[in-house]
DNA sequence: TATGAATGAGATTTCATTCAT
DNA sequence: AATGAATGAAATCTCATTCAT
C-alpha cells in the first residue's frame, strides 16, 4: 500500500471509530457531522470524499460490527470440534454472540434492534467486503453436513436472529423481564424447542 | 363535558392523529411541530400545551395504539369461548394481532419494533389510562386459570411477543425471508413449541 | 377596606412580591409573565388587571423598594436628636442605606444601578403614593435649617447618590476593588470634602 | 494577512459595526441576531462563527469602545507637557472623557452605566488585545511619578470612575439636575476635593 | 373581576453541504 | 486530496397578549 493510500485509509478509519464513539455515547439523531470530523481531527469536507452521509456511515458501522461479531463467533466454534450436531453448534453460537454482547453493552446498544433480518442477511452476502470471510458459505455447510434435515434452514436461522436480537436487548441493557444470566436457560430451551419443531 | 373541555380533547385529539399520519408517512425525525400543527389546524404555541415535544406525543402514540391492538384481540378472545387451553389462547392471539397488522402496514411501520417489552409492559401497567381496560389482570387470569402451569408466564410472554414483533415487520413489509402467509405456520410451530419448552 | 378591596390587594401585592422575588433570582430578561402568574397562584389574564407589562411591574418595584429604603434611612435618622449639621446627617443617611443594602444583598442586586437621579427624584416627588411620606419636604428643610449654606443643594445630593449607588454595588457584591467595610472611610472623606467643596 | 484572512475580519468588524449601530439605536433587547446579521450582510451562521451570542458580542463592543475613548483621552494628555501635578492630569482625562461623550450621545448611551469598574478594569488588563497600548502602566506611571502620595490610588481611580461614568449620564443625556455644562465646575470641584481627602 | 386556552410572530440555534483555496 | 469559511434553510421553543367564558 502507498502512502498515499495509507494515509487515505487512516482517515477512514479515524472517520469510522469516532462516529462509532459517538453514535453510541449520544445516539445517531444528536451526533452532527461537525461532532465526527472534529473528533477525528480531519476537516469538514473530507468527510464527503469517504462517506454520503451521516446514515451512510452508521450503516457502514453496523455491517462492520455485525461481521466481526460473527467472525468470532465462527471461529471460536471452529475451534470445539467436539460440537457435532447443528442444534449444538447454533445454541453454542448463540450462547457465544450473547456473552460477547454481555461484555460489551457499547456494540449490543449499537447494534442493538439493528442485528436484525435486513442487516444480516447483507452482512452474509457481502462479508467478503469487511471481512473476507463467506458466511454464507459457513452456514449453508453447517446444514449441508447435518444428519437431521430442517424445513426451511433460512426461517429457522431468521427466526432465531431476530428471537436473539430482540431478548438480548432488554434483559442485558436493563434487566427487563430478568438479567440475562437467568434469562438464557430459557432462550436455550426456546431455541431447541423452535429447532425440533422444524426437523422433518 | 363542558365546551371548553371538548375543545381542548379536539385539539388533543387532532394533534395525536395528524402526528400518526406524518410520523408514518415521513418518519418521526422527518416531521416537524410545525408539520403536526399545520396538518392539525392549530397553532404552534397549542403543541406545547399539550406535549412536551415530538418524542413526547410519539411515545404517547405507541402505547395509544399499542393498547388499541390489545384491546382489539383480547375483545376477540372473549367471544371464541370455545378456545380453552392457555396455548390455544396465545396462538389466538398472536394470530390476530398478526392479522390486524397484516391489514395495517401503516400500523405496523409504526410500532414496528417498537411493540417491544418495555412499551408493552408500560402498556400492561397504564392501560387503565388509555382504555380504561386493564390488560395485567387480564393476562394474569389467562395463566391462572390453566390447568398447565408454566415456568415462568411472564418470561414466556415477553419471549413471544419479542419474537412476533420482529419476525411480522420483517416478513409482513418486506417479505423477508418470506411472506408472512407462509411464515405464520412456522410461528405458529415455535410458539407452541416454546411453550411446550415450559411446561412444569 | 371592603372585602373586594381587599382581595384585588391581596393579588396586587401577590403579583409585587413574587416578581421581585423572580427578578433578583432570574433577571428582568429571564423571568416570562407565565412565571410570574404562575407563582403568584393568579391567572394570566389577571396580571393584565393590575400592571402595563413586565417593565411597568419592575418600574413599581424599584420605587417601593427605594421609598422603602429611603423611609427607614429617615426614620432612623429622626431618632439621632444628637446629630445636627447637614454633613453629620447627610453621612449618617448614606452610611445607613449602604448597611442596610450590605445585609440585603438581594435588594441590592435589584436596586443597583437604577437607584440613580431619574429614580430617586421620581421618589422623590411622588412618594405619597407609596410611602405617605414627602421626602422632598424632608430634604429641603434638611438644608433649609443649616447654618453652613450649600451652592447648590439639588445638584450636591445629586453627586452623593449616584456615587454612593455606583460604588456599593461593586464593593458590596463583588468586593471590588476592595470591600465596603474598608471602602466606607473612604466614601465618608470623599462625602465630606465634597459637601466643603460646595460651601459659601 | 493571507485573503481568507482578510475576508475573516472584514466579516467579524462588520458584525461588530452594525450591531453597534442597532444596539446603540434599538437597545440589546429589542436587537436580534437576524437584524445584526442582515445589515451586516452576512448569513446567520456566519456569526457563530465569530460570537457566542448577542450578550458575548455587546460585551466585546464595551470593552472595545471603553478602550478606544481611553485611546483618545491619554494620547490627548500626552499631548499637554504643561499638565503636571496628577490632579490637574486627573481633572485633564475626566474633562477630556466627558467631552468625547458629549458630542458623541450614542456612545455615551452605549457604554453609559456600564463604563464601571469591572468593565473598566478588565480593559486596563486586557487592553493590549483590543488596542496595543497597556493602561494598566500609563495609570501606575501616573501616580508612581507624582510628588503628592495618594493613600490608595486604586480606590481614587475607582470612585472618580464611578462618579463621572453615572453622573454624565443623567446630565447629558437629560439634563438632569443641571446640564453637564454647569454641572462640570462641580464635579471638578468634587474630584479635586476627593484627591486632597486622599493625600497623606 | 377573574380565568386560562389559544394564538402566532419571532428569536435562537444548528447543521448538512458547497466551493474557493 | 484536503481544507474550513460561509451559507441559509429549517427546527425548536417562548411568550406577550387576547378574549370567550
Same mark, same amino acid.
Given at each position: 500500500m502507498s502512502k498515499v493510500e495509507q494515509n487515505k485509509l487512516k482517515k477512514r478509519t479515524a472517520l469510522l471509530d469516532n462516529a462509532f464513539e459517538l453514535f453510541t455515547s449520544k445516539g445517531l439523531n444528536n451526533t452532527s457531522i461537525s461532532d465526527i470530523v472534529s473528533r477525528a481531527g480531519v476537516?469538514?469536507?473530507?468527510f464527503y470524499l469517504y462517506f454520503k452521509d451521516k446514515y451512510d456511515i452508521h450503516n457502514r458501522l453496523i455491517a462492520r460490527k455485525t461481521a466481526n461479531i460473527l467472525l468470532q463467533a465462527t471461529g471460536a466454534l471452529h475451534e470445539h470440534?467436539? =460440537? =457435532?450436531s447443528v442444534e449444538d453448534k447454533i445454541i453454542f453460537l448463540t450462547d457465544y454472540v450473547i456473552s460477547l454482547l454481555e461484555k460489551d453493552k457499547t456494540l449490543l446498544t449499537f447494534i442493538s434492534k439493528n442485528l436484525s433480518w435486513g442487516i444480516f442477511k447483507n452482512v452474509l452476502i457481502n462479508s467478503k467486503e469487511e471481512t473476507d470471510v463467506d458466511f454464507r458459505h459457513i452456514f449453508l455447510e453447517l446444514f449441508r453436513n447435518s444428519d437431521i434435515t430442517y424445513r426451511n434452514p433460512e426461517v429457522l436461522v431468521f427466526i432465531i436472529i431476530e428471537l436473539i436480537s430482540s431478548t438480548a436487548y432488554s434483559s442485558i441493557l436493563?434487566?427487563?423481564? =430478568?438479567p440475562i444470566d437467568e434469562l438464557k436457560p430459557y432462550l436455550d430451551t426456546s431455541i431447541r424447542q423452535i429447532m425440533k419443531g422444524q426437523e422433518i
Open positions: 476537516a469538514k469536507g473530507t470440534e467436539d =460440537i =457435532i436493563y434487566n427487563e423481564p =430478568i
